[in-house]
């Protein structure tokens, strides 16, 4: 019997008339590397969004480590372990690189507000501890020495590993990842690889939106296909890339993908 | 304490020290309102500087702080602690419930929702119930466990221990993460949910705690005036604080203390242009916004590189 974290059931978004997700069903593996990949507008990006929480109106069953999560709040969501970066980053731009960071701790620390403020023993204690795990998450994406560094001053790349261990410091079960490599130069493609292959030593699952066709191929144990909204295609990247349909659809006849 | 805060700690010393270097002033009276609007505006930017939520209402909340107060000790003759932790307590219930709907709301809508609740607040105490346009008079003076401030000095530095003392708590809100959470609904509240905040619930903290000190301003508003009116807690009071926030800078805590002082201090000072004090107001948040949008602290800072 498959260990299913995350199950997701005749899900179905519409905007208006105009049908972005259409009964779309996957189940993603505990542990593994899921990939979602398709054409832009293909609805994957509003699929993490349903997923997430960050929008609750749609139809269909969203089922996290053996509870429904449909239509629940983001944030509780989140409490539950599951976490998620943006397309476009989304990091608080008020708050230093190692704020934003122990900002992610909130879900399993639960600071208590009233001792915080009258600086009690306890309070502190939790602070040393966020602020401790925030740098070693800081360390973890590569971010090391830039704790106090404002976000506008960070390259793109570093801002989304940043972003990536802000959602790596709420401890998820699953880790949901919008275009990592958007953006990327090669180098910086490799880091996030990296990335990637630790998180799943650290029995994380992810589930990655991306268009980075040589990363995909490199780090998916399954990949989904949607065309318009709908499934169009789904099994291990071997198959998929010689999927007639999605060679149509998104691939294209002349690449080459090791 | 960081160097960062040595704007700060110079404005202790300074307002601390004021009355012992000049005792018999006419300006204590002077800072000692300064002082008591200066603590409506330290929860104000912890609502609007720290949280980004922005209320033309606080207005409501000083006056249900500073007539509860009022009602408690003349009507019922309570002794001044309880009136006070009374007033309090009345005006955080009435933000909580007001928040709760309102805090839904965004940017204009915001603003706009809490004046009507300004609106409301003011029609009610215009009413007879409530002393109509005389409002309510012969408040008796403050007495803390027999200990009474019926002197300036005694008040000035009651009201200003309360300020830097709300100032430091403020500030220590926002080194954990309660203000923390709020800074990050200030920017992006749909990216605060998917982390974990809980963002109604960040937003009405936020918004109680401002209302909180509101009150208590309030009382001491009520405490140390000894007769209190509608007309003193019209909308023109947000104006103004907002004026004194922006004027010293939003999200620095004490910023917009220095606003406040320049903000009393700047009337006593016009002499024969009195008249024109509302425009040159007017004129000062224009410029202040269009050339020093962080405000005189936010510049201060700037030039000194202490950042």
Not at chain 1, 116 to 129: H, K, W, Y
Not at chain 2, 136 to 154: M, W
Not at chain 2, 208 to 219: E, H, K, P, R
Request: aromatic letters at 10%; a neutral charge.
């Amino acid at each position: 019997m498959t260990d299913y974290l995350l199950r997701a059931r005749a899900i179905s978004k519409y905007f208006g008339g105009l049908k972005a997700l259409s009964n779309v069903d996957f189940n993603v593996e505990k542990g593994s590397i899921f990939s979602i990949i398709g054409p832009n507008g293909a609805g994957k990006t509003t699929l993490f969004n349903l997923i997430s929480g960050f929008d609750r109106n749609y139809e269909g069953e969203i089922i996290f480590n053996n509870e429904e999560i449909s239509h629940c709040q983001p944030h509780m969501i989140s409490m539950k372990g599951l976490a998620r970066t943006f397309q476009n980053v989304r990091l608080f731009k008020n708050l230093t690189a190692l704020e934003n960071v122990k900002l992610g701790c909130h879900g399993w620390i639960s600071p208590k507000y009233g001792r915080a403020i009258f600086g009690l023993n306890a309070s502190r204690r939790e602070e040393r501890i966020m602020e401790s795990f925030a740098k070693s998450m800081l360390a973890y994406v590569g971010l090391e020495g830039k704790e106090n560094s404002e976000v506008e001053s960070l390259a793109l790349g570093e801002q989304k590993l940043l972003e990536i261990g802000r959602a790596l410091a709420s401890k998820p079960k699953l880790l949901l990842l919008d275009e990592p490599g958007a953006g990327l130069n090669d180098r910086e493609m490799d880091d996030l690889q990296t990335i990637i292959f630790k998180t799943k030593e650290k029995n994380i699952t992810q589930i990655i939106v991306e268009h980075n066709m040589k990363l995909i191929m490199s780090i998916s144990n399954q990949i989904m296909v949607l065309n318009f909204g709908t499934k169009i295609a789904e099994g291990d990247p071997k198959s998929i890339v010689s999927n007639e349909k999605v060679i149509d659809v998104y691939l294209g006849r002349n690449k080459e993908f090791a | 304490m960081h160097s960062k805060y040595v704007i700060l700690w110079l404005l202790i010393i300074v307002v601390l020290g004021f009355p012992c270097a000049f005792p018999n002033s006419y300006w204590i009276t002077v800072l000692i309102y300064a002082g008591i609007y200066g603590l409506i505006v330290v929860g104000y930017d912890l609502l609007l500087g720290y949280c980004g939520q922005i209320s033309l209402g606080h207005n409501g909340l000083f006056a249900v702080g500073a007539y509860s107060a009022a009602i408690a000790t003349t009507w019922f003759g309570w002794p001044s602690l309880p009136s006070i932790a009374g007033g309090v307590l009345t005006t955080c219930l009435i933000a909580f419930v007001v928040g709760m709907p309102t805090l839904k709301l965004r940017g204009y809508y915001l603003a706009i929702a809490t004046m009507g609740f300004g609106f409301i607040v003011e029609a009610i105490i215009r009413t007879e119930y409530f002393g109509g346009s005389s409002g309510i008079s012969a408040i008796p003076p403050l007495s803390i466990l027999g200990f009474e401030f019926d002197t300036d000095l005694r008040y000035y530095y009651l009201v200003w221990t309360i300020v830097f003392v709300s100032v430091l708590v403020c500030l220590r809100i926002g080194e954990t993460a309660l203000g923390r959470s709020m800074k990050a609904v200030h920017t992006d509240e749909e990216a605060a949910a998917c982390m974990g905040v809980n963002v109604s619930k960040t937003k009405i903290q936020a918004f109680v705690f401002s209302a909180s000190l509101a009150a208590l301003a309030g009382s001491l508003y009520a405490h140390y005036a000894t007769v209190i009116s509608p007309n003193s807690f019209n909308i023109m009071l947000s104006v103004k604080l907002l004026l004194m926030l922006y004027l010293g800078g939003a999200g620095n805590i004490y910023g917009c203390l220095i606003g406040a002082l320049i903000l009393f201090a700047f009337p006593e000072v016009l002499g024969n242009l009195e008249r024109l004090e509302l425009a040159l107001e007017g004129l000062a948040f224009m410029l202040i916004l269009i050339f020093l949008p962080d405000g005189l602290v936010g510049g201060l800072k700037r030039l000194v590189r202490l950042k």
